[in-house]
């Protein structure tokens, strides 16, 4: 299969893509309604349910309008790197954890991204209501994973 019609087929597989397929894939963040499947040698995330994907959804559209300073550009809808958008993805949750438990150590894996935005949106009374500048920081912070060196 072509790369071309890999992607014109990828999202008819599901249509609950993860918006945090990225995250999930780097193995820096975890989710109870998250499932893997493959299309041809490609991984991917779907989520089990209609009302996460909506949330999680909602939820990276207002951290890519929020962190287009961190992220140094105008346009929330411009196309990402992978490394930017597995920035975006792990440093947002690793803000709003910041927000929810300040001891947990920012590094530490996230373990329910379901989870964690439903205790953000009832703890904030909607995802909207978050208070941004620790998770921008979050994100500006997130470094992602170094290159090994190679052994002489």
Partial sequence: MDDETLLSAYPEVDGRLCPFEKGILATQAGCRQARRFCVA???GVRCNTDAAHARCRTFIDLVRRQARFALRTLDPEAALTHANAV????????GVRTLLAPTVP?????????GLLRAAANRFEDLDGLPWPPIIQQIAAYEGGRPSRRSR
Avoid: F, K, S, T
């Fill in 106 to 114: 920012a590094r530490a894996p996230i373990v329910d991204i379901d």
């Fill in 41 to 43: 040698e490609r991984l």
């Fill in 87 to 94: 920035r975006i993805q792990v440093g947002a949750l690793r």
